[in-house]
């Protein structure tokens, strides 16, 4: 693959993992936009897992877990990637700046907190953030993120820290290019196995944390709240719209996303439902929306107010019930 | 969401920066539009650091009494709580709540502390005392 006069194309996108892959993908000659990267790989989810604390708080996710985005692209469209972690940060680096000097473009996962160009209010210790390194000018690295509208920069030492920040989920290093990329890929096959993964996913998961349960279940916690510390509850309701809406979900939860995703799709392979599933999946991210906003005013007004947790879980419920739909759709599309 | 829905409510925590956020053109197409912010979102921000900062300054005030060690402020300063700084720096959580007592901590060898000032990327010399308080 001989791409090192190829010029690099920044591109800004919702979510860091689906932009990186979208971006890396489409400067390797398969054109690809970030909603069919997050829908080819089944990225939507929802989990809430009460037991997985994030600063002190349950996790609560919108998609399914960091990396999945990477490994369902391999499986469903037979893109191969090659993964390097490191336990020697000097090793790391090197090669890195080898990498870099071959001309490729390398993604890397790392830290949030440790990027110095992330707003201070943005820098969380959160170890799976990913972004594009596209070149190196003496010891500054030029780096492509995809939740920033332009491409920013990190010297050599910050960004050593952030790619071998430790705790959860540490990036130890890791940095990853393409091996192989198909030169097109077979909408008519992939794109059926992809949505109704995530059809199935959300209906029938088993376990009451994930899925459209998943969802029930945090209603029913938000209800739960009435009886705890007021100031948990109003922390933990700006939680949910942190998950919700901060940092690279493109807005409601990837639900727009998946919503764009549906939409190319339909328009690719000419089929209806799609169309129509994509309509009710952006009314689905506006309910999250309206959700978010019940939340928030909720958590502004005075502390002597109460805050009327039934009506926020309610909502909650309403926007299960309102997601089963969508995904009963998407399973008729084929 | 419409493309002429999507808030740009200039949200002070971007820094001026602005997010990609997907929504539909008066045609219904998708596409992507770059948000200034959303006053709920940067609410829920905000919201989260002041939740670190009340800590951070309440573990302050109880180091300048001696009622802890620098370590516990730190910790705070760097949006980490015990069980990530536990995570990060691969001590016990039991053992980290023994170096928030003043006398314990001021015994720490250097390595150890270095562990700690490692995690948080500040020197062994900050992390044994606090910033000067900022008016």
């Given amino acids: 693959m001989s791409v090192a006069s190829k010029k690099f194309i920044h591109k800004h996108a919702g979510h860091c993992e689906s932009g990186v892959m979208s971006t890396m993908l489409s400067h390797h000659g398969l054109a690809m936009s970030e909603p069919m990267a997050f829908g080819l790989s089944s990225a939507l989810s929802f989990a809430y897992l009460p037991f997985v604390k994030l600063a002190g708080m349950p996790l609560i996710a919108y998609r399914s ?53 992330l707003p201070e209010e943005m820098r969380f ?116 719209v942190r998950m919700q809406e901060e940092i690279g979900t493109g807005g409601a939860g990837f639900r727009y996303i998946y919503a764009s995703f549906l939409q190319e799709s339909g328009k690719i392979l000419d089929n209806e439902t799609l169309l129509e599933a994509s309509e009710m999946m952006t009314a689905v991210g506006d309910s999250w929306r309206e959700f978010a906003l019940l939340i928030a005013k909720s958590i502004r007004s005075k502390k002597s107010e109460t805050v009327d947790f039934d009506a926020i879980a309610k909502k909650l419920e309403s926007i299960a019930d309102e997601e089963a739909l969508v995904y009963q759709k998407m399973l008729t599309a084929f | 969401m419409k493309a002429q829905e999507v808030p740009q409510d200039d949200n002070s925590t971007y820094h001026g920066e602005k997010r990609a956020v997907y929504a539909t053109t008066k045609d219904g197409d998708y596409g992507v539009v770059a948000s200034s912010g959303w006053d709920v979102e940067a609410e829920a921000t905000q919201q989260a650091v002041a939740e670190l900062q009340r800590l951070a300054d309440e573990a302050y005030a109880a180091c300048e009494t001696g009622k802890c060690s620098p370590l516990e402020y730190h910790m705070y300063a760097k949006r980490l709580d015990l069980l ?40 062994i010399s900050e992390l044994k005392k606090l910033p000067q308080k900022e008016s």
């Fill in chain 1, 125 to 240: 210790h959160f170890n799976g953030h990913n972004l594009l390194v596209y070149g190196k000018e003496a010891s500054t690295y030029k780096i492509s993120d995809p939740v920033f509208e332009h491409v920013v920069e990190a010297s050599e030492q910050e960004f050593l820290k952030a790619r071998f920040a430790r705790g959860v989920m540490a990036p130890k290093g890791a940095i990853y290019y393409p091996t192989f990329v198909p030169e097109n890929i077979d909408y008519a096959s992939v794109v059926p196995k992809a949505v109704k993964a995530v059809a199935k996913r959300m209906l029938k998961t088993p376990v009451p944390i994930a899925g459209l349960k998943g969802m029930r279940y945090l209603a029913k916690n938000i209800r739960n709240l009435e009886s705890k510390d007021r100031r948990y509850a109003r922390l933990f309701l700006g939680h949910i």
């Fill in chain 1, 65 to 117: 877990i960091p990396k999945a985005i990477i490994k369902g692209l391999q499986k469903n469209i037979g893109v191969k990637m090659k993964i390097e972690t490191f336990s020697n940060q000097q090793k790391g680096q090197e090669r890195l700046d080898v990498l870099l000097e071959e001309g490729k473009i390398v993604g890397a996962q790392t830290s949030v907190f440790w990027l110095p160009y």
């Fill in chain 2, 84 to 123: 990530s700084l536990s995570q990060a720096t691969g001590l016990f959580q039991w053992r980290i709540k023994r170096h928030f007592n003043v006398k314990n901590f001021n015994k720490l060898s250097d390595k150890l502390l270095d562990r700690y000032a490692d995690v948080m990327g500040i020197t």
